[in-house]
């Protein structure tokens, strides 16, 4: 007697797909932006989709966040290689840097809009860390590498000093600010001619060890305590 044969997956359909995409990038885009017209409706509308559909595709606040926050740092991830073959790796560091200012955009708006809560989920932020660690430590490497930037500071302290910075700042057109500020950031960084160079760190070393300094094991709270949250709320 033969074995009944698995039914086949059924992949999603082609206007599946485009829907939901367009809600994707509709959600970077209106809760980058913040403000009160940040809402499911206002994705819904701008993708040019029903709530219904919304819905079917991220049935919860949180699936759509994730989401959103995963799509934001694979394309982080896909542009650092793309910027691999950049003549300047400051250029490339720097435009890095620069595109990381509207993943915390669109975190703080989604986070703000939809109530959610601020710790979120420790995987979700462990495995993402690793992977924007990673692919600011290949760019880092580059520049060091090059005799144009100091050599002892870690993926990990750029990425701290990147979201300390938008952070701090929640006014109205905070993300400029920021821009300019990772500018003066990145200028900081540049190796004086002439001048002794400080004591290095391995960057590739502690790339791929997600930007640990010493042995000290890494735990998700670390991780979670970089690109998760901002400042804690005054008592």
């Known amino acids: 007697m033969t074995a009944p044969s698995a039914e086949p997956v059924r992949r999603p359909r082609a206007d599946a797909v485009r ?5 994707l990038e509709a959600a970077k885009f209106v809760f980058s932006a913040g403000g009160p017209d940040a809402s499911l409706e206002a994705v819904a509308r701008r993708a040019g989709v029903g709530i219904g559909t919304l819905y079917r595709h991220f049935p919860t606040r949180e699936a759509l966040f994730e989401a959103v926050y995963r799509r934001e ?3 982080l991830v896909e542009l650092a290689e793309a910027l691999k073959s ?14 990381n200012v509207e993943l915390v955009a669109t975190k ?22 690793e992977r924007l660690t990673k692919a600011v430590g290949a760019l880092l490497e580059r520049a060091v590498s090059s005799g144009e930037i100091r050599s002892d500071i870690s993926p990990a302290d750029l990425l701290r000093a990147l979201v300390g910075m ?34 290095g760190v391995d960057v590739a070393k502690q790339a791929r060890r997600g930007g640990r300094k010493g042995p000290r094991r890494r735990s998700r709270n ?6 998760r949250s901002g400042p804690k709320p005054k008592s």
Request: aromatic share 8%; with cysteine.
């Open 19 to 23: 829907n939901r995409e367009r809600v």
């Open 73 to 75: 740092v694979q394309q």
């Open 86 to 99: 950049e003549a300047s790796p400051v250029d490339a560091l720097r435009r890095w840097v620069r595109s």
């Open 108 to 129: 703080k708006g989604m986070s703000a809009a939809l109530s959610l809560a601020v710790h979120g989920s420790s995987e979700l932020y462990a495995h993402t860390f």
């Open 166 to 199: 938008c952070y701090l700042h929640d006014q109205p057109g905070w993300q400029r600010s920021v821009v300019r500020l990772l500018d003066v950031f990145v200028d900081g960084l540049r190796a004086k001619a002439g001048a002794d160079r400080p004591a």
């Open 222 to 227: 670390d991780a979670n305590n970089i690109h």
